[in-house]
């Protein structure tokens, strides 16, 4: 096929077409999680992001946001901004004894210690 000709049939595509022809995943809007939003993704595509805590550049695969949306059927305005090793450091701290355990923005006993003090007797 010529040069010209496949700029041609290009041209014509839509721009899911265009976008499902580089590799990405049509999504099924029915699996997605309620989000009274006007406008969920129609197609996922491989996205880079920069770890928060290492700086490591990692890629979020297309079928791992399939999964993320269609199955576990997390909010669409999510993005990841850990990669998986900081994730599971994180994961494991919190099912250790090593880190806190906290309730909302306060430590336990913080929370606890503030709630006897503004109560009236």
Known sequence: MS???KKREI???SDIQRTLARGAILA???KQ???NSYCPPKYYEDV???CRDCGVE???TAKQQQWYYEVAKGSIYAQPVRCRECRRKIAGLSR?????ATNGRFKTSQFWLRSSV???L
């Not at 250790?96 to 806190?100: E, L, R, T």
């Open 33 to 35: 999680a309620p989000n």
């Open 118 to 120: 503004a109560l009236p």
């Open 3 to 5: 040069r010209r000709r």
């Open 58 to 60: 990692e890629v979020w």
């Open 11 to 13: 041209a014509k595509m």
């Open 28 to 30: 099924d809007r029915s």
């Open 48 to 50: 880079a992001f920069t």
């Open 96 to 100: 250790g004894a090593s880190k806190p």
